[in-house]
């Protein structure tokens, strides 16, 4: 089944350590997001890739940084993670075409800052 | 500014009834707008979305009905069952901003048996 996978699942760091997590799709979609949820918050999202052109949110942190070497996968790099960086990060992929369509979400990776 | 709002945190509805989820726009621009449901530690799951185009969209026990001159959208759920008990979130979207998801709060669903 086509699908998007987040690796790992759960992921636990220590406050400032470096962490990367990581999403790869089936789907062949050219368009991949980065979110962030805390609780049951909306989703936030952090960044996204149109192909290979990187799109910044304004307000996100310098700390995150991603990248796409190819259209099946995309990373997420923390930085230095602080203790408000715990949540859970959403990887998202649509497949956009110039009309409207669907955004397909990955299971999501638990991380906490220890 | 919340462009998307579900003005209700929460919803408890009994099992085989029609549960109803109502979420509010301002931003006369979306075109585009979907359903998603949470479960706790999990991604959202796309369940039902509309075109600004058409007022009704049906698929199975799902139905979704958008009120453009009202700027209302409702998500209806008949019969209910307890695996609906989730978070289901309501968003928009617009093609000038390339389609990028704007997210209402959500609203915690509990179907009581």
């Known amino acids: 089944d086509a699908m998007v996978i987040q690796n790992p699942r759960y992921q636990v760091t220590q406050f400032g350590k470096p962490v990367t997590l990581s999403c790869s799709q089936t789907?062949?979609?050219?368009?991949m997001y980065w979110y962030q949820q805390k609780s049951s918050q909306a989703p936030k999202l952090l960044f996204h890739?149109?192909?290979?052109?990187?799109?910044n949110e304004a307000d996100t942190p310098d700390n995150f940084q991603s990248r796409r070497p190819n259209t099946s996968f995309c990373f997420l790099d923390i930085r230095s993670p602080g203790l408000g960086d715990a949540a859970m990060y959403l990887c998202?992929?649509?497949?956009?075409?110039?009309?409207?369509?669907?955004?397909?979400f990955g299971p999501g990776t638990r991380l906490t800052v220890l | 500014d919340q462009q998307v709002k579900q003005n209700s945190p929460s919803l408890s509805v009994q099992e085989g009834r029609i549960s109803i989820l109502n979420c509010d726009y301002t931003?006369?621009?979306?075109?585009?707008f979907l359903w998603y449901k949470k479960y706790p530690a999990e991604g959202p799951t796309f369940l039902i979305s509309?075109?600004?185009i058409k007022d009704k969209n049906e698929d199975g026990r799902f139905t979704v009905f958008l009120n453009k001159s009202a700027k209302h959208l409702s998500l209806h759920i008949v019969p209910s069952q307890p695996g609906d008990s989730a978070v289901y979130f309501c968003?928009?979207?617009?093609?000038?901003?390339?389609?990028?998801?704007?997210w209402g709060a959500g609203t915690k669903l509990i179907i009581k048996p």
């Open positions: 890739y149109y192909d290979k052109d990187f799109n």
């Open positions: 509309i075109s600004s």
């Open positions: 998202a992929t649509s497949g956009l075409s110039g009309t409207s369509d669907t955004q397909y």
């Open positions: 931003n006369s621009m979306f075109d585009y």
């Open positions: 789907l062949n979609h050219n368009v």
């Open positions: 968003a928009a979207s617009a093609l000038r901003s390339n389609y990028q998801l704007i």
